[in-house]
């Protein structure tokens, strides 16, 4: 199917009275969102890289997010030069995640 094939689907599908909706990750848990007819394609075909953009996120942030299991974590240096790893959040949205992961810090280093 071409990408204004399943354009053209969603767009049928909504003058029906319907929608898609997808599960997205969220603090503790998950919700759902309206998948837009004109992203159906990107949704089926790069379902990351939707996700991505559904949060305002880069394809990064969205692998780091789920690689460090949705934490985000302190961005300070120890003494012995490595990344010092504490938690700055139980549970985050990917967008948190992206923002606190890239430049937050712990108590210790703040």
């Not at 354009?7 to 909706?21: D, F, H, M, N, Q």
């Not at 990107?42 to 305002?56: E, I």
């Not at 934490?71 to 990917?94: E, F, K, Q, Y």
């Amino acid at each position: 199917m071409l990408d204004g094939d399943k354009i053209a689907l969603a767009r049928a599908i909504e003058a029906r009275g319907g929608s898609i909706y997808a599960r997205v990750p969220r603090t503790g848990g998950a919700g759902t969102v309206r998948v837009e007819p004109v992203d159906l394609p990107l949704f089926l075909d790069n379902h990351t890289a939707w996700l991505a953009k559904v949060f305002g996120v880069t394809v990064a942030d969205l692998e780091a997010y789920y690689a460090f299991d949705q934490m985000p974590r302190c961005d300070g240096i120890t003494r012995t030069g490595r990344r010092c790893r504490n938690a700055l959040a139980n549970d985050s949205d990917p967008d948190e995640f992206a923002r606190l992961h890239r430049s937050g810090r712990c108590h210790l280093h703040s």
